[in-house]
């Protein structure tokens, strides 16, 4: 029985890099390559650079960005937590309870370190 169990986790294996890369495979196979000039320039929005194309951006974007994705994602594990919210047990709901409550001390531990201010 056990190793019926680890034939199929194998076969899961096998399809997940199956899935995603067949389709990559054989695009590159079956893909016109007629490589140009300005195929090959750095694309910004239609619009020509100008000087270096390497800039600096400040660390701040990125750690607002990855607070929002952080925020975003805890989102959808509340999301089944709210729709179910009559039918779970006590607690449940003071797991979820205490959950938002360290939602809320990461917000404000990001509020005071001043991250959430776009300057």
């Known amino acids: 029985m ?3 169990d680890w034939l199929f ?12 890369g067949a389709p990559i495979l054989i695009a590159g196979l079956l893909a ?6 300005a195929k090959s320039e750095t694309y910004e929005c239609g619009i020509e650079t ?9 660390v701040q974007y990125y750690v607002f960005a990855l607070t929002f994705l952080v925020f975003d994602v ?14 779970i047990p006590l607690a449940g709901v003071l797991s979820g309870i205490v959950f938002v409550m360290i939602l809320f001390v990461e917000l404000l531990a990001a509020w005071r370190k001043g991250v959430l201010e776009w300057v």
């Not at 016109?32 to 000039?37: G, L, V």
């Not at 100008?50 to 400040?58: K, M």
């Not at 594990?77 to 729709?83: G, M």
């Open 32 to 37: 016109p390559k007629r490589p140009t000039p």
């Open 9 to 20: 986790i194998g076969i899961f294996f096998l399809i997940v890099a199956v899935f995603p």
């Open 74 to 87: 805890e989102l959808v594990f509340l999301f089944p937590w709210a729709v179910a919210f009559n039918q």
């Open 50 to 58: 100008v000087g270096d194309t390497w800039v600096q951006f400040r």
């Open 2 to 4: 056990l190793v019926n």
